[in-house]
């Protein structure tokens, strides 16, 4: 019996763009970070989910778009987020994604989303700083408001 035992390879990078880090102290300006991120016109066409990860000096190392959802909601992997974040080595995140509606009011299914990260993180020994909503004219601050 002849069997192949051969794998495919798996190869995982991560490519720095910034010369300068940006440090991140608050919660504004993690939204001032983030609003570029959208294309001009479509914070308020359909939900994005991203997250920016930070080390150890809070200074972004990067961004990431985890999903592309529709005008209401959008599906965020708890895997993927952390697939990202030990890519990055990454010892904190922001979670972020928009509500087109332009409601500012947490749902019930960011709150889960955030625990479930937040839990799953823990065990990997990074932080969850944030989970912001954003709109064009402003954001929500799950931790600002005591929700993390």
Not at 31 to 57: D, H, M, R, S, W
Not at 119 to 127: F, P, S, V, Y
């Amino acid at each position: 019996m002849d069997i192949d035992y051969t794998v495919g390879e798996v190869e995982l990078s991560y490519k720095p763009k910034f010369n300068k880090l940006h440090k991140v102290a608050s919660s504004e300006d993690a939204y001032k970070y983030l609003l570029p991120t959208y294309k001009e016109g479509t914070i308020c066409y359909k939900e994005y989910f991203k997250v920016l990860f930070l080390n150890q000096a809070s200074q972004i190392l990067g961004y990431t778009l985890i999903s592309e959802g529709g005008i209401t909601e959008t599906c965020a992997d708890v895997r993927v987020i952390l697939q990202a974040a030990l890519l990055t080595n990454s010892v904190a995140i922001i979670l972020a994604h928009n509500h087109p509606s332009g409601n500012l009011k947490a749902s019930r299914q960011d709150m889960e989303i955030t625990k479930q990260v937040k839990d799953a993180a823990q065990l990997m020994r990074i932080k969850v700083l944030d989970h912001l909503i954003l709109i064009d004219a402003g954001y929500y601050s799950f931790a600002d408001e005591g929700e993390l």
